[in-house]
């Protein structure tokens, strides 16, 4: 097989192989021994190679490479009416060329490298998402720690490295937090469970200004009916003015004023400012709200002060006061959410295109503090990243 030559490569796969088709075409050439006849002969045959992928350590590509060969048209020719055929003087032949071949494609392969897309794309993990424009800002700072590398998959001519990153997550409220430093690029190590899996920290913040408008509107809707207070009976209020502001010990402060009368006699009428000190506390997984310890703290107006202190004690006060709480978090928490989850389902980070999804979200304790009452929120999902541009 002294001559030949070689068609034009075919690359596909699936799975964890890569088959490179290859066709060649051969040509033979037979001569008697007295040099009298003289005949060519061309035969084609068709080599498949499967390679099998695999990273170093240091993230180095390594292959493993199993060629096979079948021909499709067999070398020979016909003399005086007989088959003349060269197959297995072909297939010996055939044979030095396909081991060449293998360790060829094997050289190549290792010089092959993700290294640096994937360093480029370790670096730029280093970064901050925003889950949250307003109500508050809210930022996750990721500092990612080891990449762990679970194989590949192939589709076509396309190569898709399954890759997990473990990473510290942190939760800033307001402005932007800087970039945590970036590391070198760490050694690989294998991935020994499913990638993706995320979990993040929220708070669901209502500042106390906003709810003070919402605890007034609950109690002017409350007014409508009067409340039953103890040693004066039915009594009527109208509330003018709340103010909160959070106080020692994780409780909250609440001014009321109001004018309350007594339906059964409408000359016991008072006047004046009310403040309640409370301690707002809420079921495990539930955005209701429970105001517990009510303490009467102060009193700017002595005019019909029993009255206004019976009122303020009156189970029906402090329970509307509460209810206007829990209706306030309901609604901000399910805005929250999905306000997240439209934020984090596909984001852009430079080169960076992060998908992610929530499939668990759990509730904390109530917080109060100097600028609103906080719900804790901690919430489990999965999420994919990739590299664009490469």
């Not at 990449?147 to 990473?167: D, W």
């Amino acid at each position: 097989m002294p001559a030949g030559g070689c068609g034009p490569l075919q690359i596909s796969g699936s799975g964890q192989t890569f088959v490179v088709t290859m066709p060649i075409r051969a040509v033979m050439r037979a001569k008697d021994v007295g040099g009298i006849l003289n005949e060519t002969a061309t035969a084609n045959a068709r080599v498949r190679a499967v390679v099998r992928l695999n990273l170093a350590s240091d993230w180095s590509l390594r292959g493993k490479v199993d060629i096979a060969y079948d021909w499709t048209r067999e070398p020979g020719i016909d003399i005086l009416g007989q088959r003349v055929e060269f197959t297995s003087k072909a297939d010996a032949k055939l044979r030095g060329v396909v081991g060449k071949l293998e360790q060829t494609l094997s050289r190549e392969i290792s010089q092959v490298t993700f290294r640096p897309q994937i360093a480029r794309a370790w670096r730029q993990a280093f970064t901050a998402l925003r889950l949250n424009k307003d109500n508050p800002t809210v930022w996750m700072r990721i500092t990612p720690q080891e990449l762990h590398y679970g194989g590949y998959q192939v589709a076509g001519r396309r190569l898709v490295l399954n890759l997990g990153m473990k990473a510290i997550t942190e939760t800033f409220i307001g402005e932007r937090p800087e970039d945590p430093a970036s590391t070198p690029l760490p050694p690989v190590k294998p991935l020994k469970q499913n990638a993706g899996a995320m979990e993040f920290y929220i708070p669901v913040v209502a500042d106390y200004a906003q709810l003070e408008p919402v605890i007034l509107e609950a109690l002017t809707k409350r007014s409508a009916q009067p409340f039953d207070v103890p040693g004066f009976g039915a009594v009527r209020a109208q509330f003018e003015k709340v103010v909160m502001y959070g106080t020692d010990g994780g409780r909250i402060a609440v001014g009321l004023t109001f004018t309350a009368t007594a339906l059964d006699n409408p000359d016991k009428v008072s006047n004046g400012t009310i403040w309640l000190t409370g301690l707002p506390l809420n079921p495990a997984n539930t955005q209701q709200v429970n105001f517990t310890d009510i303490r009467v703290s102060g009193l700017t107006d002595d005019k019909g002060a029993n009255l206004l202190l019976k009122l303020a004690n009156a189970p029906g006060l402090s329970q509307t006061i509460a209810d206007a709480l829990g209706q306030n978090f309901t609604k901000d928490y399910n805005s929250l959410m999905e306000k997240i989850g439209r934020a984090i389902d596909e984001q852009r980070e430079g080169r960076m295109l992060i998908r992610a999804r929530i499939d668990n979200v759990r509730t904390g304790s109530l917080a109060a503090s100097g600028r609103g009452l906080y719900l804790q929120v901690w919430g489990t999902g999965t999420a994919s990243i990739q590299l664009l541009g490469t």
